[in-house]
Every structure is written in C-alpha cells, then in structure tokens.
C-alpha cells in the first residue's frame, strides 16, 4: 500500500501506522486467500483531523474511517496515541479485488446533513460488504463490535436482540434499502454473525462465490436465490442453522 499523512505527524507515528497497517493486510491476505499482487495498488490517506478525513472523503462520511473502491482508497482519521490497527476497512478493499466489478447509482447522507449522487464501483451488497468485514474482525483479529459505546463479539450482540432478530428474514436485508431500513444495532451484528457462520462452517471459497455473484441491482428474491444455489440450502434452513450456531457460542470468551 501507498501512504499519504495529511497533517502533523511524526515520522515514529507514520512508522508505527504503517506497519500496523501491512501487518494487518498480510494477516487479511492469508485468511481470505487473496493474491497479495491484486492489493499493491491500494492507497491510505491518513488525517490528524475528523474534519478534514470528511472534506477530503469523495462521499463526505460522518464515519472515522472509508474504504473507496473506485479509487482503491482508505480514508481515515487517526491520531496518536490511538490504536493504529482498523482491519475493517483493509478487509473491504481486499474483497474488492475477488471479481469484476458493477456500477451502482446511490443517494448517501454527509457528515453535513446533505445527500450526493454518487455512481460506484461495487462488488457484492452492502450487508455482505459489512458482515464480511465485522466476521473477519473477529475471526481472524479477535476484535469485538463497537456498538453504543459497547463492545462485544457478533454472536453475544445477536442473542440479545434475539427478540427483534427473529422477524426479520435475509431478504428483508441483503440489499441496500432493506439494509438501511433496521438500525444499525440491530443489523450491522446480524451481517457480521451471519457471515462469520458462513465462513468457519461451509469455508472462504465458498463465501467469496457468494459474494461476487450478489449484487445491489438486482432484487432482494434474486440475491436470495444465489445465496441459496451457492450453499444448496434454503433461506430458512440456513437461517435456522445460524440460530442454533450462535446459540453454541460460549457465553464469555471466544472460539473459532
């Protein structure tokens, strides 16, 4: 990856960024088998101030950190002492590199309360995007989900909303409007269990010929009927497997 600090940094801290950063992609590379020449063109821009990360950011993000695919580019806020170690991002471009992308014409909310047009490259749909990331937060880098000033692992978020989970199906979700129509404490942990079920019980070839096949511009019954063919398995049954997946999980602690 190519670097680029934008603000006062000391070269110890852009040291220390850095590695952080290429030891994660190699950890990310070896878990989701990815050609590690398909990522030398990724880019991370790095900001000492939030302010500036948004102004700078193509879609303007309220978020601290975004990953932007058709430039191949992380955007992120980040100052010292701060954790330099953010996977997430990193897993979102290594994604990207899986197969041909599509372009997806979407209106996104700013950091100042404003909405852009914007056309972008995509691969996959944005709950796959999200679940894959959080999955491989946990699995391969035992990170837990901030939600609410809480953390805790994926599966211990989705038996506390046991309630809610239970009326919502995967087509109610797997593609962008369904997404963005539950809130995010309830299905961003949902996206990330459930991709973490998929990867440790049937596998990460199997997963990335999920991911690529599934597309924002096609409907909600389609997505559903590639996730269905690629894992032989109807949306209910793999529904029901991951229920009774996560009620497995240990209580404290974690096991992969």
């Given amino acids: 990856m190519r670097y680029y600090f934008i603000g006062r940094y000391r070269e110890i801290d852009k040291d220390l960024f850095v590695n952080a950063q290429e030891q ?4 990310i590379h070896k878990y989701l088998q990815t050609d590690a020449k398909l990522c030398e063109n990724f880019k991370y821009k790095v900001f000492d101030t939030r302010t500036k990360k948004q102004k700078e950011d193509p879609f303007h993000s309220v978020s601290r950190a975004s990953a932007r695919f058709d430039e191949l580019t992380i955007y992120r806020f980040w100052k010292p002492p ?6 997430h991002e990193i897993t979102h471009l290594v994604a990207h590199t899986w197969g041909k992308s599509y372009f997806w014409q979407v209106e996104l909310d700013t950091y100042d309360n404003q909405k852009i047009e914007r056309k972008i490259a995509m691969l996959s749909t944005s709950f796959m995007q999200e679940g894959l990331a959080i999955a491989v937060d946990e699995i391969v880098f035992k990170r837990k989900l901030l939600e609410g000033k809480k953390e805790k692992f994926v599966d211990e978020w989705c038996r506390k909303n046991e309630s809610r989970l239970s009326s919502i199906s995967l087509k109610d979700v797997i ?3 369904g997404f963005c129509s539950i809130e995010n404490s309830i299905v961003v942990p949902f996206a990330g269990s459930f991709s973490k079920y998929l990867l440790l019980n049937f596998g990460v070839k199997k ?3 999920m991911y690529v096949a599934l597309k924002e511009t096609l409907s909600p019954q389609e997505n559903i009927a590639i996730l269905e063919r690629v894992y032989q398995k109807k949306e209910s049954q793999l529904l029901r497997e991951w229920y009774e997946y996560i009620l497995d999980f240990p209580q404290t602690g974690y096991e992969a």
């Fill in 24 to 27: 994660d992609l190699g950890e």
């Fill in 82 to 87: 701060e954790d330099p170690h953010f996977p």
């Fill in 175 to 177: 593609s962008f409007d």
């Fill in 207 to 209: 997963f990335k010929r």
